[in-house]
């Protein structure tokens, strides 16, 4: 099992960008594929965005062109860079890991989740 702890989050008007951190401890991050996931009020968790232990990246078309996935092994750190945010943006962002895969769009993949951190984009 990893921990992971979101950071980074906030409010901001729209146009504007944030960045999120998540920082894993417990196992060895390089071995893990992550995602950051986001539910806004009165929704379901969707997908946003994965990077592979490798570093090959999916996105959801959303936030295509506007949000960039990366991390850092040798800090244990994934990160989530937000730019050009809209209101329609306003969410908990969770991070989460999967182990050994090759990273995924789908919930079910990943089994440790942080506690999430709020991002509101006013307009």
């Known amino acids: 099992q990893v921990q992971l702890v979101e950071s980074g989050g906030g409010l901001v008007q729209a146009g504007g960008s944030l960045r999120l951190s998540c920082a894993a401890s417990g196992r060895t991050f390089s071995n893990y594929a992550m995602a950051w996931f986001r539910q806004a009020p009165g929704k379901e968790r969707t997908f946003v965005a994965a990077i592979s232990k490798i570093g090959n990246r999916l996105y959801a078309d959303s936030v295509k062109g506007r949000f960039a996935i990366s991390r850092d092994n040798a800090k244990n750190t994934l990160y989530l860079q937000m730019n050009s945010l809209e209101p329609e943006d306003t969410a908990v962002y969770y991070c989460?890991?999967?182990?050994?895969?090759?990273?995924?769009?789908?919930?079910?993949?990943?089994?440790?989740w942080g506690q999430g951190t709020q991002v509101t984009v006013s307009s």
């Open positions: 989460a890991a999967q182990a050994y895969g090759p990273g995924s769009r789908l919930i079910s993949e990943y089994k440790d």
